[in-house]
């Protein structure tokens, strides 16, 4: 592995190529032509060109890739060193979690991981929540994490303050087993490495990033490790989010992929987004995580939670933003116009938020809604 490793790193952090692209690459060479990553790198330009169909500056792009081929050669032999493993997507040790759930255009070129690896094959749960959260939402987490590890399932942590913190602390107070998923590279992690070395050593919790070893914690690496987190997961429990920020999005999304999430039924008065995710198609569940059938919520009763001016008449406001809707696309301040509602623009932006049939595209510097198509999405290839 040491030799590969090598060209894995350097494959994996090309400048400018998304996931997908590489992803791409790597299906050709190794499923198709069931070549190794060394041997790619060791084909001519002419090659490259012709059978792989890459441009003159992907071909520059890889050369110049080759260049570092050195350089990450120690790089790789220290990483091994120190204990620390490379997983590539090519590997069988490698998440098929994590594969089945993001697919080709998602899934990570290359794992760096330190623990016991065997985890990532088990069944596998992510408890989620906003990094406010307090009180219901991480007893929630707690009791969650608690079911979870008696029933030998791993708890997937994002490592963030609040419910993610929780719900690891929680599983190895209970004898559980847990992923961290770093928003920042590996090596970094020394202070964790620390405080959870029994934990590693014992084969009950395993360090995970995607990130380049030496990459600091940054916001940007924060957002992109969430839909990690998400993948990781045979199941996701949410015990608290806001409007907007990483959990939001992060449902949303996973939503829109067709996962199924469950969502903590929040108890009356709470100031939270739960009830509108659970309108957008997340299921409701109960402190035990069992979910919740007919649980009554409708767009009203996400209107009813978000407005509460006297002087504005609730019924209908759905249908009448969907009536202005049809066939259209329209900003904040038209649809208000339009469907003469008595409303600000902030109250209806958190409406439409909570309606599963629109969606919002940017057209310069405004934002317009329209109703979603009802198309399916294309399926995407399967990797490996």
Wanted: aromatic share 8%; net charge positive; charged share 25%.
């Amino acid at each position: 592995m040491k030799n590969e490793a090598t060209y894995w790193i350097t494959l994996a952090h090309l400048p400018k190529w998304g996931i997908g692209k590489i992803n791409g690459l790597i299906v050709r060479f190794f499923h198709d032509e069931k070549i190794s990553i060394e041997e790619f790198f060791n084909l001519s330009e002419t090659v490259w060109s012709e059978r792989y169909q890459l441009t003159p500056t992907d071909i520059l792009d890889l050369q110049n890739a080759k260049s570092e081929l050195p350089n990450n050669a120690f790089f790789a032999e220290n990483l091994l060193s120190q204990g620390y493993d490379l997983l590539p997507i090519t590997s069988p040790e490698y998440s098929p979690t994590l594969k089945q759930n993001l697919k080709a255009t998602q899934s990570p070129s290359l794992l760096y991981v330190k623990g016991n690896k065997q985890i990532l094959k088990e069944l596998s749960i992510a408890i989620v929540g906003s990094r406010e959260a307090d009180g219901k939402s991480l007893e929630f987490a707690d009791n969650i994490a608690r079911l979870a590890s008696k029933e030998y399932k791993v708890v997937v942590s994002g490592f963030a303050k609040g419910v993610d913190k929780q719900a690891l602390d929680s599983a190895i107070k209970y004898k559980g087993q847990s992923i961290i998923v770093l928003p920042q590279g590996i090596t970094t992690f020394n202070s964790g490495f620390k405080t959870y070395y029994k934990q590693i050593v014992d084969g009950d919790v395993l360090v995970l990033s995607t990130f380049p070893p030496k990459a600091g914690w940054s916001v940007p690496l924060a957002m992109a490790r969430n839909p990690i987190i998400y993948g990781l997961a045979d199941e996701i429990y949410v015990a608290e989010s806001s409007e907007k920020g990483g959990t939001w999005a992060g449902v949303v999304d996973g939503l829109r992929k067709g996962r199924k999430i469950y969502v903590r039924q929040p108890d009356p008065g709470e100031k939270n987004a739960n009830v509108a995710l659970i309108q957008k198609g997340a299921k409701p569940v109960d402190f035990n995580g069992n979910e919740i059938l007919n649980s009554g919520y409708s767009e009203q009763s996400v209107v009813s939670s978000l407005v509460t001016d006297a002087t504005v008449s609730l019924e209908n406001i759905p249908d009448k933003i969907l009536r202005v809707l049809t066939g259209k696309s329209l900003s904040l301040n038209e649809i208000l116009e339009k469907g003469q509602l008595n409303l600000t623009a902030g109250k209806l932006a958190s409406i439409i938020k909570g309606m599963e049939s629109v969606q919002s595209v940017r057209n310069g510097k405004t934002t317009k809604y329209l109703l979603k198509s009802t198309r399916p999405e294309p399926e995407q290839k399967e990797l490996f």
